[in-house]
């Protein structure tokens, strides 16, 4: 495999990348080494085929072992007793049942031993040398377990029934059940693209729970024959399952491949200490920083440590409802083991019914009717079926007849989806980067949880059983407390930034009926914001909806506001947007974004960057991108002044910033009032020993391109910047709640994607005025009645509100102040370059404006088809407003533009017009050369299209360009007027038809040379504005010149 040739393929990809709507992760592994689709069918087949296998061969042992170990106590107990059929009372005693649930109360807590103390250690293992491995390690002892438990079952007078518990010991052979689920799962996740990831495991889950609804009735029919038999067919499909990991591909070897390709492209130092570490010393590490993640996600993540409470508390009730409802309802009704066990399928149905079509059908319902937030949709979904879980556990605690129970029971199955749904707010409420370790987290106190409670439940069971009566429900009427204090904690628990009930997400549907806008040419734009309120696209309102506080939504309103003296607190949040300008790339814009020039480091994908664990094991990128993003190469840009002309002013509550790049501090915001969100290079320490490390050091190593080490540990050092992984800085979480004492919430260059800071924006207060500054609309901006959007750059949107607040020129000595004329300079010229937003978007209004003044609509497509000859030459008049006084006459000079010249204007600032051209000179009269109407350009607009945006704003803004001078720069035969004669001291102050005389259009046949001939001093003089008076005209075109 050749590096090069790989990196080549990746940079041919960058274009392919995802919009901001779209997956981060299209795929984990690069191209050049991602599984064929064959290789994956393979995979998830076999993958599937050995958890069906495995399931149900688990399951058909556990009807028949509670039977025959009941038969073992009762005899021991009752010698002298008979055993018959269902009805044996003695049997169902008290004595009998209550030391069969401790004796499975005390295995199920220690099965939960080996799963706690080896998960990581072997997870270190199946990196190294294989998940293959692990899985067969594990399925041998889960089979040397169950095979052991069958010991005393065949000679209980030999080994008695405790001596069970010493089976899971076996299970640290290969860690058990919970190590064979993980293993599962890695081999699917390491071969499936991630955007698929979650429908492969949906039908995965689905399977699963076929195989119990088709298992149930088997156990129960082989348990009426003889309790051996299921027993047997359990274990020959559990030894099967032992053989079958063998068989299935190896998926690390794409993981080995990924991390080659990785050290091939990016020079690894040959000292990297943690080469050296044995695989003892990579176990003891990976325990420590896994556990200290645990601990600190637990500790410093509050505002979900009590979701995940209340999800432990119901997975406790779920395991009263499986692991001991076979012996209750045997105890309760008299019913055979193997008629107790069809209540299973009761359960199964159930949950595919909740899971495949209510729940479903229930969110969809509450979106359409209510428009709610999706995840105050699912607290609600999550809180009802929390009522359902405490009404269903307590029916069952006092059931008294089987339709009664099968009732209870299948309320009960119904509330148990709150797991489901209390996860998936668990992963929507926390930041991404962070997901990984809270199932970690949930996992292990869940283990915890099930290590305390099953022996407590077994003798809540034991001491119902010993008291009789209603008290024989004791344990579900435990659950049922537990269940009502899950949801009481859902009740209670409130998204830190509540969604405002205007705050529909973009891809749910509007309720009621909702005006359609359509595009000049008919295509419906339900996209776009409206063009409400005095800001041309600042809402998703109607007019209806008058704002609160502001007078209008518009940038002038949000001046007023300030300058009223109502405004005292300001808090900005901003993101990457306000950094471009200072030559810091973005990180999500296709093609241009950060992450897309990454592709070139041929990373695994481009985020592991950023990644903490990859980070661990691939430092080398990361030090790569810290020497092209270090402080101090690039200075601060105007929005950075405005942030410390605020502070200034006293204005500033709080800069909350997604940026790591310092340049609020560089340009004099005060320490106390900035917020890193996710964390910057102003300090550094070591990952594992926490101690600090010198700046000076640290930016030596960053730019002679070594990985800096610990001088205590030896451990890597990085700068505090918050890695996906990471918990974010208590700084922040601690500052969260001051947005909604702010007065005003300003929020630039962001895309509002990533939670929670994201919902800093939606923490005011309602009337509270939002001002959003960006590229485009994003997040919930615009959608409250006191929203105003202006889009465009960042810092063209901060000089006009400065301008506004009158605080233009101050602004701008302050930004030159801090950054230097040089600087200045280059931003402003790059800014130029662009073209910046807001003239695109002035571009666009123009010439929409003048396609609909022409009548160039798509209904009237069939006609233009039938006219299209005559159309080129045909001309009409234009009545297209385009002074900023909104003056519609039409100007005489502009009374003769071909309908074909319009058209090819439009596209051509589309960038569509691929043979568009003609000459263009400089204000010295120097002849120039284009090619496809690109080259030869004044040295102030060396883009031809930029240029013709330039004239187009000009012509909009009524100054001295009219539109049949942006028209001569796409038709040289287009009909001009020529400038008249006047004084070049005057020549600016004057505008309009008074600096030009109406020349006729050409006559028919006419020779387009000579047309050309003819045109071309217009075209000169478009291109020297700033002394149109010196523009020398020729009588004959140069041989040089290009023909449209």
């Known amino acids: 495999m050749a590096p090069a040739k790989a990196i080549d393929d990746r940079n041919g990809d960058i274009e392919s990348r995802p919009e901001e709507e779209t997956p981060l992760l299209s795929h984990d592994l690069p191209p ?51 055993i018959s059929a269902e009805d044996d009372d003695v049997c169902k005693g008290p004595d009998v049942q209550g030391q069969l649930a401790m004796i499975k109360g005390w295995q199920n807590s220690f099965d939960c031993v080996p799963s706690l103390l080896t998960a990581i250690p072997y997870g270190v293992i199946a990196d190294k040398y294989g998940r293959r491995p692990v899985l067969s390690l594990a399925m041998l002892g889960i089979t040397l377990e169950l095979a052991w438990m069958l010991l005393p079952l065949l000679w209980p007078n030999v080994l008695p029934l405790w001596t069970m518990w010493f089976g899971a010991a076996f299970q640290f052979i290969g860690g058990g059940a919970g190590m064979i689920q993980a293993m599962t799962w890695t081999m699917i996740s390491d071969v499936v693209p991630i955007s698929s990831l979650t429908a492969v495991y949906y039908k995965i889950g689905a399977i699963a729970l076929a195989g119990e609804l088709v298992v149930a009735p088997l156990s129960a029919y082989l348990l009426s024959k003889n309790p051996w038999l299921p027993l047997s067919v359990g274990m020959v499909l559990l030894i099967i399952g032992t053989c079958l990991p063998p068989f299935i591909p190896e998926t690390l070897d794409l993981r080995r491949a990924a991390d080659q390709e990785v050290e091939q ?87 595919m019914v909740m899971l495949l079509a209510i729940l479903p059908a229930l969110s969809w319902l509450i979106t359409k009717r209510t428009g709610v937030h999706p995840l105050v949709r699912d607290l609600w979904l999550t809180r009802m079926s929390g009522i359902l879980l405490a009404i269903g556990c307590f029916m069952v605690a006092i059931a008294f007849a089987p ?3 099968i009732t209870a029971l299948i309320i009960f199955s119904m509330g148990t989806v709150y797991t489901n749904i209390c996860r998936a707010i668990l992963n929507a409420v926390v930041e991404p980067h962070t997901i990984g370790t809270l199932n970690t987290a949930i996992t292990w106190v869940e283990q915890v949880s099930l290590l305390v409670s099953a022996p407590v439940i077994s003798g809540l069971l034991k001491a119902g059983n010993s008291a009789g009566g209603i008290w024989l429900g004791l344990p579900y009427m435990a659950a049922t407390v537990m269940a009502i204090g899950g949801t009481a904690i859902a009740f209670a628990y409130h998204f830190f930034s509540p969604p405002s009930p205007l705050a529909n997400p973009a891809n749910l549907p509007i309720i009621g009926r909702r005006r359609r806008e359509k595009h000049p040419k008919g295509r419906p734009n339900s996209n776009r914001p409206r063009k409400k309120m005095g800001n041309e696209e600042s809402t998703m309102l109607d007019d209806s909806v008058q704002p609160k506080t502001l007078e209008s939504r518009s940038l002038e309103a949000i001046a007023d506001y300030i300058k009223s003296g109502d405004v005292k607190k300001i808090a900005v949040m901003t993101g990457a947007g306000i ?69 200034k002013k006293g204005l500033l509550q709080m800069n909350f910033t997604q940026n790591i790049d ?19 290079f102003a300090t550094q320490r070591c990952i594992e020993c926490k101690d600090t490390f010198p700046a000076d050091r640290m930016e030596k190593h960053v730019q002679d391109e070594n990985v800096p080490k610990c001088d205590s540990c030896g451990g890597l050092v990085k700068p505090d910047i918050v890695f996906f992984g990471e918990a974010l800085p208590e700084a922040f979480r601690d500052n969260t709640h001051l947005p909604a004492m702010a ?23 309602s009337g509270v005025p939002r001002l959003l500054l960006n590229r485009e609309r994003v997040g919930q901006m615009g959608r409250r009645a006191d929203d105003v959007v202006e889009l465009g750059t960042c810092d063209a949107g901060v000089r006009k509100l400065a301008a506004l607040l009158g605080w233009g020129d101050e602004l701008e000595a302050l930004w030159r102040g801090i950054v230097g004329e040089k600087e200045a300079k280059r931003q402003l010229a790059s800014a130029a370059g662009e073209g910046e937003d807001d003239l695109e978007e002035e571009i666009r209004r123009v010439t929409e404006g003048v396609d609909t003044a022409l009548k160039l609509d798509d209904e009237k497509d069939d006609e233009k088809e039938e006219h299209a000859a005559e159309a080129t030459e045909e001309t009409e008049e234009v009545g297209f407003p385009l002074r900023q006084d909104g003056g519609s006459d039409t100007e005489d000079a502009q009374k003769s533009i071909p309908e074909g010249v319009v058209q090819r204007m439009s596209k051509a600032i589309q960038g569509q017009g691929g043979e568009i051209g003609t000459d263009i000179k400089d204000d010295r009269g120097r002849e120039g050369r284009t090619v496809n109407g690109s080259e030869g350009a004044p040295q102030d607009a060396k883009d031809f299209r930029i240029e013709a945006k330039k004239k187009i704003q000009l012509a909009a803004q009524g100054a001295a360009t009219p539109l049949d001078e942006v028209a001569i720069v796409f038709d040289a035969s287009a009909p001009v007027a020529e400038m008249k004669h006047e004084d070049p001291k005057s020549a600016e102050l004057l505008s309009g038809v008074s600096r030009y005389e109406e020349t006729s259009a050409p006559a028919a046949g006419v020779d387009k040379e000579s047309t050309s001939a003819k045109a071309e001093p217009a075209s000169a003089s478009t291109t020297a504005q700033e002394a149109p008076g010196s523009v020398e005209k020729e009588e004959k075109p140069s041989s040089g010149d290009s023909k449209l």
């Not at 979900?304 to 009704?333: E, R």
């Not at 310092?662 to 969100?677: H, T, Y």
Request: aromatic letters at 12%; charged letters at 20%; a positive charge.
């Open 265 to 351: 492209t990016l020079s690894r130092s040959e000292e990297d200490a943690r080469d050296k570490r044995t695989l003892k010393q990579q176990i003891i590490f990976a325990v420590k920083n896994d556990m200290g993640h645990v601990y600190t996600f637990l500790i410093k993540s509050k505002s979900v440590i009590s979701l995940v409470l209340g999800f432990n508390l119901t997975v406790i009730v779920k395991y009263v409802k499986i692991d001991i409802m076979s012996q209750y309802v045997h105890n309760l009704l008299g019913w055979s083991w193997a008629k107790a066990t069809l209540l299973g399928t009761v359960s199964t149905v159930t949950n």
């Open 32 to 82: 050049t080494v991602a599984p064929s689709r064959i290789y994956q069918l393979k995979v998830i087949g076999l993958a599937m085929t050995f958890i069906l296998i495995v399931e149900v061969g688990a399951y058909l042992q556990i009807p028949p072992s509670y039977q025959l170990m009941e038969e073992i106590i009762c005899r021991q107990r009752h010698p002298d007793h008979i």
């Open 403 to 405: 339709w009664f129970l």
């Open 743 to 765: 007065d005003l919430i300003v929020v630039m260059g962001t895309s509002l994607s990533v939670y929670p800071f994201a919902g800093l924006a939606e923490a005011s207060k």
């Open 662 to 680: 310092c340049l609020e501090r560089r340009a004099g915001v005060p320490d106390d009032k900035i917020i890193e969100a996710h964390g910057s």
């Open 579 to 647: 950094s471009t300008a200072a030559g810091i790339p973005d990180f999500r814009s296709p093609g241009t974004g950060l992450y897309a020039n990454l592709a070139r480091l041929n990373l695994p994908y481009a985020e592991a960057v950023f990644d903490i664990s990859y980070f661990r094991k691939h430092p080398e990128p990361f030090y790569y991108l810290a020497k092209e993003l270090y402080p101090g190469k690039f200075h601060p840009t105007v929005s950075h002044a405005f942030i410390a002309l605020l502070a």
